[in-house]
């Protein structure tokens, strides 16, 4: 117990700030650092990347702006020169299809995202130049416009040989970025917006991301950097200290991973759906332990990715809020959406339910919220899942694409009532007991809820929605 209390007191302790002011301090940091992300990793080359690039920006205040686009566009080039993403095998599935093969796949990919990357200069340009127009006024929408405009062309059967080859190559570039140039193009109206230096190092930054931007965009970069070798070197401890929990959460994932899924026998929502198809389901206890299981490792991973995501960030000298804060202490809907997916419920937020919240139904406060509600957890949740997986095109076409998706949809409508329900009963005055047994009850409540929706909400395209819906109502025992 003394040991936790002295370790989560490091961020505090002045002769250890002191000694991250020195060289022999930061040495012994950066060594620490690298040992642990490479637990997870299994790569002590890419930790020792990730890590040096961290490093050498947080120790070079005076030209950070340059220093974060170079270190951010080398390491985008450097994946699609050696296939360390998914650009490359996208492009590579369709030039296969147009029976394309005297150019490498990654040239391709190379090529269309610098193309990209002018013009998302070019867009933060005109942006700034015209703030009247409908790209600055409405770019979220114009964004989606473009993406499935982009989808249509690549797949609608308008493109064929090389045309089509570069038109798919530049969709999913764009749908890998798009939620970060969102970003870019909301600063350009801010009055101490950063300049195109940082916007552009801002897409994909150097400390990781997903198709989520982990640290949102220039707004939050401003006012999180580091202002002094005492703030960096606290916040590169809180860093450090990020990291050991998320090797502890990656610790616990495999131990759980190994009893649930080894020892259990657990299996995934999507092979027991399919068993109660074939007519050989499991029981229904066993059925309720496989939803549990894949909720809890969903949040399990999720706050271990996102906790080496901001680790990284912090040790660059940016404090960045955590990803994730104890999910298991959510009391109501709202407070589960914030804790578990925070940077996702920021852009949901950003992007979908102000814009909703400050446009319509003014003369109706709890229309207005459930509605901007819903365009955030329901439409926002929707659009963002179905661009990440843009890649599915390809091969399934766009009438199945669409098709497929529609049991993650029913789980956007179904998240995103139940999160606005919330929020009315929390204007209205109804707030959860605070007693032990109020808060069992909320836990088993929102946890028991969002365990249920993983029947629909697991992101695979295996099993229809009516499908799904049959097996939900064997799992209660109801003929269908």
Same mark, same amino acid.
């Given at each position: 117990?003394?040991?936790?209390?002295?370790?989560?007191?490091?961020?505090? =302790? !002045?002769?250890?700030?002191?000694?991250?002011?020195? @060289?022999?301090?930061?040495?012994?940091?950066?060594?620490?650092?690298?040992?642990?992300?490479?637990?997870?990793?299994?790569?002590?080359?890419?930790?020792?990347?990730?890590?040096?690039?961290?490093?050498?920006?947080?120790?070079?205040?005076?030209?950070? %702006?340059?220093?974060?686009?170079?270190?951010?566009?080398?390491?985008?080039?450097?994946?699609?020169?050696?296939?360390? %993403?998914?650009? %490359?095998?996208?492009?590579?599935?369709?030039?296969?299809?147009?029976?394309?093969?005297?150019?490498?796949?990654? !040239?391709?990919?190379?090529?269309?995202?610098?193309?990209?990357?002018?013009?998302? @200069?070019?867009?933060?340009?005109?942006?700034?130049?015209?703030?009247?127009?409908?790209?600055?006024?409405?770019?979220?929408?114009?964004?989606?416009?473009?993406?499935?405009?982009?989808?249509?062309?690549? $797949?609608?059967?308008?493109?064929?040989?090389?045309?089509?080859?570069?038109?798919?190559?530049?969709?999913?570039?764009? $749908?890998?970025?798009?939620?970060?140039?969102?970003?870019?193009?909301?600063?350009?109206?801010?009055?101490?917006?950063?300049?195109?230096?940082?916007?552009? *190092?801002?897409?994909?930054?150097?400390?990781?991301?997903?198709?989520?931007?982990? *640290?949102?965009?220039?707004?939050?970069?401003?006012?999180?950097?580091?202002?002094?070798?005492?703030?960096?070197?606290?916040?590169?401890?809180?860093?450090?200290?990020?990291?050991?929990?998320?090797? $502890?959460?990656?610790?616990?994932?495999?131990?759980?991973?190994?009893?649930?899924?080894?020892?259990?026998?657990?299996?995934?929502?999507?092979?027991?759906?399919?068993?109660?198809?074939?007519?050989?389901?499991?029981?229904?206890?066993?059925?309720?332990?496989?939803?549990?299981?894949?909720?809890?490792?969903?949040?399990?991973?999720?706050?271990?990715?996102?906790?080496?995501?901001?680790?990284?960030?912090?040790?660059?000298?940016?404090?960045?809020?955590?990803?994730?804060?104890?999910?298991?202490?959510?009391?109501?809907?709202?407070?589960?959406? =914030?804790?578990?997916?925070?940077?996702?419920? !920021?852009?949901?937020?950003?992007?979908?339910?102000?814009?909703?919240?400050?446009?319509?139904?003014?003369?109706?406060?709890?229309?207005?919220?459930?509605?901007?509600?819903?365009?955030?957890?329901?439409?926002? =949740?929707?659009?963002?899942?179905?661009?990440?997986?843009?890649?599915?095109?390809?091969?399934?076409?766009?009438?199945?694409?669409?098709?497929?998706?529609?049991?993650?949809?029913?789980? $956007?409508?179904?998240?995103?009532?139940?999160?606005?329900?919330?929020?009315?009963?929390?204007?209205?005055?109804?707030?959860?007991?605070?007693?032990?047994?109020?808060?069992?009850?909320?836990?088993?409540?929102?946890?028991?809820?969002?365990?249920?929706?993983?029947?629909?909400?697991?992101?695979?395209?295996?099993?229809?929605?009516?499908?799904?819906?049959?097996?939900?109502?064997?799992?209660?025992?109801?003929?269908?």
């Amino acid at each position: 117990m003394y040991l936790l209390e002295q370790f989560s007191s490091l961020d505090k =302790n !002045e002769k250890i700030i002191a000694g991250l002011q020195g @060289w022999r301090g930061r040495a012994l940091l950066f060594v620490l650092a690298v040992l642990l992300f490479s637990i997870e990793s299994a790569d002590i080359v890419k930790a020792l990347l990730l890590l040096g690039l961290a490093f050498t920006f947080a120790y070079m205040p005076r030209h950070q %702006n340059l220093t974060l686009l170079v270190f951010t566009q080398s390491l985008g080039i450097y994946r699609i020169a050696s296939s360390s %993403n998914y650009f %490359n095998s996208d492009v590579a599935k369709v030039m296969a299809q147009e029976h394309i093969q005297d150019v490498p796949a990654w !040239e391709i990919s190379l090529f269309i995202y610098g193309v990209f990357v002018l013009l998302a @200069w070019l867009a933060l340009v005109y942006v700034r130049r015209h703030p009247q127009s409908m790209a600055a006024r409405r770019p979220v929408w114009v964004l989606m416009s473009l993406a499935f405009a982009l989808l249509l062309a690549s $797949c609608g059967g308008l493109l064929h040989g090389m045309a089509r080859v570069l038109t798919w190559s530049m969709l999913v570039t764009y $749908c890998a970025y798009v939620w970060f140039l969102a970003f870019a193009l909301l600063d350009q109206s801010a009055k101490a917006r950063s300049s195109d230096a940082v916007q552009l *190092g801002m897409l994909h930054p150097f400390w990781g991301s997903t198709t989520l931007p982990y *640290g949102k965009g220039a707004a939050l970069l401003r006012k999180a950097r580091a202002s002094s070798t005492q703030a960096l070197a606290v916040t590169q401890i809180k860093g450090f200290k990020l990291l050991v929990w998320a090797i $502890c959460l990656y610790g616990l994932d495999t131990v759980l991973s190994y009893v649930f899924e080894t020892v259990l026998q657990v299996r995934s929502v999507e092979s027991e759906i399919s068993a109660f198809l074939a007519h050989h389901p499991s029981s229904r206890p066993w059925l309720a332990l496989s939803l549990v299981w894949s909720q809890l490792d969903f949040a399990l991973w999720f706050g271990l990715w996102g906790h080496m995501v901001i680790a990284t960030a912090r040790f660059a000298g940016i404090r960045l809020p955590r990803s994730s804060w104890r999910p298991l202490e959510s009391r109501t809907m709202v407070d589960y959406f =914030n804790r578990i997916l925070y940077y996702f419920k !920021e852009l949901m937020v950003d992007l979908f339910f102000t814009p909703s919240f400050l446009r319509y139904f003014k003369k109706h406060p709890r229309v207005r919220m459930f509605f901007a509600t819903f365009m955030a957890a329901g439409v926002g =949740n929707m659009v963002y899942h179905f661009l990440r997986d843009i890649d599915l095109a390809a091969d399934m076409g766009l009438v199945e694409l669409f098709t497929s998706f529609s049991s993650y949809a029913f789980y $956007c409508v179904v998240l995103a009532c139940a999160i606005g329900i919330s929020q009315l009963r929390m204007s209205a005055g109804h707030r959860p007991s605070s007693t032990v047994a109020g808060r069992i009850q909320a836990f088993v409540l929102i946890w028991g809820f969002v365990s249920l929706l993983q029947i629909f909400g697991d992101e695979t395209r295996s099993h229809s929605l009516a499908e799904r819906m049959q097996f939900l109502f064997y799992l209660f025992g109801l003929p269908l």
